[in-house]
């Protein structure tokens, strides 16, 4: 069976500092693979996908970036947090002809 | 862009009672999924719905795939404590590209023991 796994699960960064999150699917090979960020209380927003290595789409211009250095590997970045990064941020992944989508466990990020 | 339109936007029910929301939107989808968040978690999926008219059940949820591919609703039987959460449709967007899922706001669930 396919799982999914992203850490760390909670994170305190201080404004300025870097941010790593990092994701990775088993169970399966050349998934979609995405990053939505989930402000408080609110919906959704999708922030990059990717359907390759190296391919990466980004759907919301801001202060993060993110990275596919394997097939099963995503990583959301951002070389200088800011207060609005706060969040909560969850992986998911798809098949690549898919129409189904999976979620990890998230990760808390508060920037103070 | 498409939308999907979930109500009510949160309930408060009686343990042992029955749940139902719905999902709409003006535009088809190919596919309803429903998820369950609770609180500091990922969505878990509950049910996935890939044909007009199906009916599916997990357990005591129960969904169907509207005929009009234009909506959904989720049903949830004698409802238990543990049914505390949040519950979205989506679906993946059947104008902006095989990519992108277009998720609902979300039913805020509480149950009164």
């Known amino acids: 069976s396919q799982t999914i796994h992203q850490w760390p699960a909670t994170l305190v960064q201080p404004v300025g500092s870097p941010l790593s999150l990092e994701c990775t699917v088993e169970g399966t090979s050349n998934p979609n693979l995405y990053w939505y960020r989930q402000a408080a209380g609110r919906g959704l927003q999708l922030l990059f996908y990717s359907v390759g290595i190296g391919q990466i789409s980004s759907e919301v211009p801001q202060n993060l970036s993110a990275s596919r250095p394997q097939d099963r590997q995503f990583i959301l970045s951002s070389k200088k947090l800011l207060l609005s990064d706060s969040g909560f941020y969850l992986c998911?992944?798809?098949?690549?002809?898919?129409?189904?989508?999976?979620f990890g466990e998230g990760s808390w990020l508060t920037v103070v | 862009g498409q939308q999907l339109n979930q109500s009510p936007q949160s309930m408060f029910i009686q343990e042992g009672e029955d749940v139902s929301m719905n999902c709409t939107s003006s535009?088809?989808?190919?596919?309803w999924l429903w998820y369950k968040q609770d609180p500091g978690e990922g969505p878990v999926l509950l049910i996935a719905?890939?044909?007009?008219?199906e009916l599916t059940s997990n357990g005591r949820l129960t969904a169907q795939f509207g005929i009009t591919r234009k909506d959904s609703f989720l049903n949830i039987s004698a409802s238990i404590p543990s049914d505390v959460g949040i519950y979205f449709c989506a679906g993946p967007s059947t104008t902006s590209g095989t990519y992108k899922y277009i998720f609902g706001t979300g039913t805020r669930l509480k149950v009164l023991a």
């Open positions: 719905l890939y044909k007009a008219g």
């Open positions: 535009s088809i989808f190919n596919t």
């Open positions: 998911a992944w798809t098949r690549g002809s898919g129409n189904t989508i999976y």
